[in-house]
Structures are given as structure tokens and as C-alpha cells.
């Protein structure tokens, strides 16, 4: 685990098991090295002078010259400097120009939806709403608790029970007619404007839409509203719903399925 992320950082799987070698034994030369890590002493030799020009390691000149890795927590601190660094010339230099028109952007398979959700969460400012089954929470759930700790406000709506850590959760029921196998659909919207509204599982593959565009934006409020108002309703006349339109509005639900032709 932790040769793959300082692989995430920009070191090559070498680099990186080099400067883990040199942080668990200092002081060690390149031919040691070496034998650590079971690889040719000219590519060591490289993989240590490129972790040297990244600021990574230093060298203890003699004969042979010797190695020491850079503490990790002076390694930690020095990266982030450097991120924030480049991050801001990077925000100065890049014009950014907003569309005109919104765009619709197509997302496809379980990795890059999730990484998707997880950017606009990050950079949401004010206010997350999400829509989602409770099995498929734990995928954006980290995420949003990380938006949580940062000011933003976050509503989490679950088909299906679930137990997490987010402050305000409303939990709609499912019956054991509910069927199992279908796509689990889900709608994330940020900070009002920003959205993606796709399905995990089933038997399509997992696929999505992300977009800013108003109607879109709109719908979902108007779905958060809808949810929002019926949960205070059933908490406060449960027993006096159920009694006149059934369990989950059944009566209500047959008789819309019946005069508008959709199909459930």
C-alpha cells in the first residue's frame, strides 16, 4: 500500500521502493541498495539519483556514496508546499473561460463515476444533495464527510436503511417486493447548479450524466423539495396515510400506474 501511494505522488515503483528501503536502513550505498530491492545496481543507481533531484534523498558523499531517505514528514510537508505552489501558478496562468452553453458529459464504468461524484463533492462550496441507495453510499461517503468537516452543508437521501457518520440522513423504506437486481439509481447536486444523475449495477454497466445545465439543476431541488415535505408528512400523519392509501402509498401509486400507461 504504501509503494502505491508514493506512486500517486510521482514516484516510479522503484523510486519508490528505494526510498523505503532507505527509510527503514539510512545511510545505505547504491550496491546495497541493490541487493534490497533484487534489481540491477545501473537502474538503482538511476532510480536513486532521480529521488535525489526530486528532493527525496540526499547523498552522503565518500567512497562508495551513501544514501539517506528524507524523513517522511519532512517529505509530506514539502510536497504539499509544492502542490500548492504549482496549484496556484496553475490557477493564475490557466484562462478559464465558463460555457455558454451547458454541457452534457458522459460517464461510464464504476471507477470513473465514483471519481466524478468525489470531484464535485470536493469542490462543492455551500450545499451537496444526494440521492442514493444505502448499499452504494460507503462509494462517496468519505467524500462527503470530508465536505461535512469543511462548512459544507450535505442532505443525504437513502432507498434502504443505512449507518453512517453524516449528520442528516432521510431514509426511505423498501418493501419486500422491491425489486433486487435493477440499476440502483443515484443524483448528486451541488452548491445548486451542478449535477450527475446516473445508475450503478443492474444489467447495464454503470453510467452516467454530469452536467450544469438549469433544467436539469431544477428538476432535482424540485425531487429534494418532493422528498423533503413527505418525510415531514409520513413522520407527523403515518398512521392515517397507511390507513387510507395503503402501505407506500399503494392505492395511490396503482391507480397513476393504471391512467398514465407508465410502467413501474
Known amino acids: 500500500m504504501e509503494i502505491e501511494l508514493l506512486k500517486k ?9 528505494c526510498y523505503l528501503t532507505l527509510l527503514e536502513d539510512p545511510g545505505l550505498s547504491g550496491y546495497e541498495v541493490a541487493k534490497r530491492v533484487s534489481v540491477s545496481r ?31 514528514n519532512q517529505l509530506i510537508k514539502f510536497l504539499q508546499q509544492d502542490f500548492e505552489l504549482t496549484a496556484k501558478q496553475l490557477l493564475t496562468s490557466l484562462e478559464v473561460r465558463p460555457s455558454k452553453i451547458p454541457a452534457f458529459y458522459n460517464l461510464q464504468g464504476d471507477r470513473q463515476l465514483e471519481k466524478a461524484i468525489q470531484r464535485v463533492i470536493a469542490n462543492a462550496e455551500t450545499s451537496i444533495v444526494v ?24 442532505t443525504v437521501i437513502t432507498i434502504g436503511q443505512c449507518n453512517t457518520l453524516l449528520k442528516q440522513v432521510i431514509e426511505h423504506s423498501r418493501d419486500e417486493n422491491w425489486p433486487g437486481e435493477q440499476e440502483r439509481k443515484f443524483s448528486v447536486l451541488c452548491d445548486s447548479h451542478q449535477s450527475i444523475i446516473g445508475s450503478f449495477g443492474g444489467d447495464i454497466k454503470s453510467t452516467a450524466l454530469e452536467t450544469s445545465h438549469p433544467a436539469v439543476s431544477e428538476m432535482l431541488k424540485n425531487a429534494f423539495y418532493h422528498d423533503a415535505v413527505m418525510e415531514q408528512i409520513e413522520r407527523d400523519f403515518a398512521e392515517e396515510l397507511r390507513a387510507k392509501y395503503g402501505e407506500h402509498y399503494k392505492e395511490i401509486v396503482d391507480r397513476l400506474l393504471k391512467t398514465s400507461g407508465l410502467i413501474r
Open 9 to 17: 505522488i510521482g514516484l516510479s515503483d522503484l523510486e519508490a521502493r
Open 42 to 72: 545501473s537502474n538503482v543507481y538511476a532510480a536513486l539519483r532521480s529521488l535525489t533531484d526530486k528532493g527525496v534523498c540526499r547523498v552522503i558523499e565518500g567512497d562508495p556514496t551513501h544514501y539517506d531517505a528524507v524523513p517522511a
Open 131 to 154: 440521492d442514493i441507495w444505502s448499499e452504494d453510499l460507503q462509494r462517496v461517503e468519505d467524500a462527503l464527510l470530508d465536505a461535512e468537516q469543511r462548512g459544507v452543508k450535505i
